[in-house]
């Protein structure tokens, strides 16, 4: 999705770029303003759900340590207990 978005930012980036060339000698750039607008919401948007994507990753295997525990729950605190006794 965010390779989606990025690639949509540069084509609106440039599609802006070749509208400013054009405008150039008008003086009209209610064009080239707005693709250039369409393209940084999208570049920010792109970042946005990279960064978003980025901490779920970050936080996932945390996550499952944690339920991994919650699962193995009273018995592995009792082999922990188990070993201390021993040494």
Do not use: W, Y
């Amino acid at each position: 999705m965010r390779i989606f978005l990025f690639l949509c930012s540069a084509l609106s980036l440039l599609l802006a770029a070749h509208r400013f060339s054009l405008a150039e000698h008008a003086g009209q750039h209610k064009g080239g303003i707005f693709f250039l607008l369409i393209g940084i919401q999208l570049l920010i948007a792109a970042a946005l759900i990279h960064s978003h994507r980025e901490e779920r990753t970050t936080k996932s295997p945390t996550s499952t340590e944690k339920e991994d525990r919650k699962k193995a729950g009273p018995s592995a605190e009792n082999v922990s207990v188990e070993q201390e006794k021993k040494s």
